[in-house]
């Protein structure tokens, strides 16, 4: 493969790691905008005929993002009925408090819905309310932190639907309700928000668009490279087989010219010929044993020493190019190891070092290659493949069940922690 399909790897981990920062700074961002505040609310009412006023708290409270964080104390106020109707919501242009005229500080009590919460508190700060106190319309439902900017220094607080009513009943009855609202503890958030959770999803979709996209071209090339050599591999093979054919093959008699001891040793396995050797001629006159120079050429189709094409040479093939990794197989290799590795110490000269690895260096053969630097064969590429597209589908899969549970898990509790506009 080319460079740049090497250096892809190195460019995904890259986007990978870019992308898995935005939405970590992303969901930082929109994690700190969702954190609120507690509201510690207790309130007190005055029956009629009864000694002792009631007094109960009001759990789960929350303040307004928008809130200041204050404490506050005044008596609860409904709006006044509307064209005849009760007004529980506080959306009529014309709602309307009645304010006692010895009451400086008053919260108004509204319910969730219809509007948003910016006009139910801006509605209540007109009539000069001091907090607003706005009860859900969902009885399962937890309070939500509202948000309604503009709202000024008015004190919003959410409670729960059950909480709320309570105290609506009170107040239908004209009894007098006080309430003290008090600062609780700062609460982190727990999970994503709607946009955190749209973000991270849109980030991950984009991300493994982008990967599977890149994976499916490499795959795509390193398919069509692999069968382009094998095909051309086999050809050679083929082509080399017929060449093999069509050379000359003779018997080593007694006195022939390759007896002679000043006669090149074979450059394949760099033993001298002997009496009823088969050789093998090529094209270019040079003379190799039988069963060392056909596995060469089966596979390099070229002299192993001056490097001739016996295809063009004998006019097969002419425009198939020979292998040109002229690489030493391993089991000539090994071959030539036993051969030296049975010449006595003793029997070795210098001069006999040179006249047997002359033929080698006169080939211009290239060293052992490292192990990096072997061609992988059929098989073994195969093999590979495959385990590349195990990890990738089980990439995938992880990837895909994280996104599932990331999904399922933020929408479940979405509702507990979500900012909310009305």
């Known amino acids: 493969m080319s460079?740049?399909?090497?250096?892809?790897?190195?460019?995904?981990?890259?986007?990978?790691?870019?992308?898995?920062c935005g939405v970590w700074a992303r969901a930082r961002a929109d994690n700190a905008s969702q954190e609120y505040y507690t509201a510690l609310i207790n309130v007190?009412?005055?029956?009629?005929?009864?000694?002792?006023?009631?007094?109960?708290?009001?759990?789960r409270g929350r303040y307004?993002?928008?809130?200041?964080?204050?404490?506050?104390?005044g008596q609860v106020l409904a709006p006044l009925p509307v064209h005849g109707v009760a007004d529980n919501l506080g959306c009529d242009p014309q709602t309307r408090f009645l304010v006692p005229p010895n009451i400086k500080q008053w919260i108004a009590l509204l319910q969730r819905g219809n509007c948003t919460f910016k006009e139910k508190i801006s509605r209540a700060a007109f009539h000069h309310a001091v907090a607003v106190v706005i009860y859900n319309n969902k009885s399962k439902e937890e309070p939500v932190t509202m948000t309604h900017p503009g709202t000024g220094d008015i004190i919003a607080v959410m409670i729960t639907e059950l909480r709320g009513k309570d105290i609506l009943s009170y107040l239908e009855k004209n009894v007098s309700v006080h309430m003290t609202i008090a600062v609780g503890s700062r609460m982190p958030p727990k999970n994503f928000s709607r946009g955190s959770l749209v973000f991270?999803?849109?980030?991950?979709?984009?991300?493994?668009i982008i990967s599977s996209a890149w994976l499916i071209f490499y795959f795509i090339q390193k398919i069509r490279y692999t069968?382009?050599?094998?095909?051309?591999?086999?050809?050679?093979?083929?082509?080399?087989?017929?060449?093999?054919?069509?050379?000359?093959?003779?018997?080593?008699?007694?006195?022939?010219?390759?007896?002679?001891p000043d006669f090149d040793h074979c450059a394949v396995c760099i033993e001298?010929?002997?009496?009823?050797?088969?050789?093998?001629?090529?094209?270019?006159?040079?003379v190799f044993h039988k069963s060392c120079v056909d596995p060469w050429l089966s596979e390099h189709c070229t002299c192993p020493m001056c490097k001739l094409n016996i295809l063009k040479a004998l006019g097969i093939v002419p425009n198939l190019p020979c292998t040109e990794?002229?690489?030493?197989?391993?089991?000539?290799?090994t071959r030539t190891q036993a051969v030296i590795r049975r010449v006595a110490p003793g029997e070795l000269t210098s001069s006999d070092n040179s006249l047997g690895l002359e033929p080698l260096r006169t080939a211009g053969m290239s060293p052992l290659p490292q192990d990096g630097e072997l061609t992988p064969r059929t098989g073994e590429i195969n093999i590979a493949v495959t385990k590349e597209w195990f990890i990738i589908a089980?990439?995938?899969?992880?990837?895909?069940?994280?996104?599932?549970?990331?999904?399922?898990?933020?929408?479940?509790?979405?509702n507990a922690n979500e900012v909310e506009w009305f």
């Open 3 to 20: 460079g740049s399909a090497r250096a892809g790897p190195a460019r995904l981990a890259a986007l990978a790691l870019l992308a898995c």
């Open 227 to 260: 069968n382009a050599r094998d095909r051309n591999q086999r050809r050679l093979g083929d082509a080399a087989k017929k060449a093999i054919g069509k050379l000359t093959t003779r018997t080593v008699k007694k006195g022939d010219k390759e007896t002679d």
């Open 325 to 333: 990794n002229v690489a030493l197989d391993v089991e000539r290799l």
């Open 272 to 286: 001298s010929y002997k009496q009823n050797d088969v050789v093998r001629i090529l094209p270019c006159k040079h």
């Open 200 to 208: 991270v999803s849109i980030s991950f979709i984009v991300l493994m």
């Open 394 to 414: 089980s990439f995938g899969l992880l990837s895909a069940l994280t996104l599932c549970y990331m999904i399922i898990r933020a929408t479940a509790s979405l």
């Open 44 to 59: 007190t009412v005055q029956e009629p005929g009864r000694a002792a006023p009631l007094t109960f708290r009001v759990d």
């Open 64 to 73: 307004g993002l928008d809130s200041p964080k204050a404490e506050v104390r």
